[in-house]
């Protein structure tokens, strides 16, 4: 079974410091990844997806990730933080059959001023 | 388009009494839908899951149910709240093969 891991339930960043969110997957075929994004309240929203075009995915917000293969890992990036990114993060693994996402555990993102 | 939309966003109920949240789907046919639960500090957890009228699974043994008595609409229930089902109730459906989800806005129910 297919399994995704964020290392980190809480992460603290600067404003204007770099963001870095960490997800693992496990998987011996390299699935479809996402990342969605959930502010308080809300319902998740989707920042990005990997679907093997491209290994740098662009999503909204400034925020990208970058699929490595080598590392099973599909970590997400912002070189700036902006208060506006406090959030709750998710990354997420699809099944083979493409119908059932897996997710991981969730990064809280605070950003301090 | 497709739009998915989830009520009532804020539930207050007493333990014992019953529930009844729902989702519906606009813009598509036969969706894949999903309900998933957020308790306080904890992921989601995927509660059921439907990918027809009549077909739900459940992933979860607990006081929960769930119905899907037409194609766009799913329904989640309980005949007795209680305490323990406090949290934010989500309902997802599926954009097509290898598309990811789509989320409701969400259900904050309090269970007093």
């Known amino acids: 079974a297919q399994s995704v891991t964020q290392l980190g339930s809480h992460v603290s960043v600067s404003e204007g410091a770099l963001v870095l969110l960490r997800c693992n997957y496990s998987s011996s075929v390299p699935p479809y990844l996402f990342w969605y994004v959930q502010y308080p309240n809300q319902g998740l929203q989707l920042l990005l997806k990997y679907t093997s075009a491209a290994t740098l995915v662009k999503g909204i917000n400034g925020f990208e990730a970058e699929f490595k293969k080598s590392e099973t890992s599909f970590h997400l990036t912002k070189p700036s933080a902006h208060m506006s990114d406090a959030a709750e993060y998710f990354c997420a693994a699809l099944n083979n059959a493409g119908n059932m996402l897996t997710f991981g555990g969730g990064t809280r993102l605070m950003v301090k001023p | 388009s497709q739009t998915i939309h989830q009520w009532p966003a804020t539930l207050v109920q007493p333990v014992g009494s019953p529930l009844s949240l729902e989702c519906t789907v606009e813009g598509t046919s036969n969706p894949n839908l999903y309900w998933y639960r957020q308790a306080a500090g904890r992921g989601l957890q995927l509660l059921f899951y439907?990918?027809?009228?009549?077909?739900i699974s459940s992933e979860v043994p607990q006081n929960l149910s769930a119905s899907r008595p037409q194609d766009r609409q799913f329904i989640l229930s309980s005949k007795k709240l209680l305490l323990s089902d406090s949290g934010f109730y989500l309902c997802?459906?599926?954009?097509?093969?290898?598309?990811?989800?789509?989320f409701g806005s969400g259900t904050r129910l309090t269970v007093v």
């Open positions: 439907s990918v027809g009228i009549g077909q």
């Open positions: 997802a459906w599926g954009g097509g093969a290898y598309s990811g989800y789509t």
